[in-house]
């Protein structure tokens, strides 16, 4: 399993941006689909964005197109969220996920999960 570790979260105003980074460990991050979720106070995690072991092809939920951009750096062994104009809805902890499959991702599940980190968005 890959170790994950988030950073990059914090309180912003409605229509900032933040960008959110994932350093996970090992030698084998390249073989890993890459993926954000959140979890909102009272609601289940969620799945927000993936991308795949090249980084070629990416997946986001609609509440997020348009505004939200997942990239990743093999090189550094980091994945990244790209998050702009924030909304209070979007308040969360974020959570970096790293599987073998972006199918199991978009249904929930991931082989390895980040501690998280939380990000406030105030109107």
């Known amino acids: 399993q890959a170790q994950l570790v988030e950073s990059g979260g914090g309180l912003v105003q409605a229509g900032a941006s933040l960008r959110l980074s994932c350093a996970a460990s090992?030698?084998?991050?390249?073989?890993?689909?890459m993926g954000w979720f959140r979890q909102a106070p009272g609601r289940e995690r969620e799945f927000v964005a993936g991308i795949s072991f090249s980084g070629f092809s990416t997946y986001s939920v609609d509440s997020v197109k348009g505004r939200f951009t997942i990239s990743r750096d093999n090189a550094k062994n980091t994945v990244y969220l790209q998050m702009n104009s924030l909304k209070p809805e979007d308040t969360a902890v974020y959570y970096c996920a790293a599987d073998r499959s972006i199918y199991a991702m978009r249904d929930g599940r991931s082989e390895s999960w980040g501690q998280g980190t939380q990000v406030t968005v105030s109107s």
């Open positions: 090992g030698r084998t991050f390249s073989s890993y689909v």
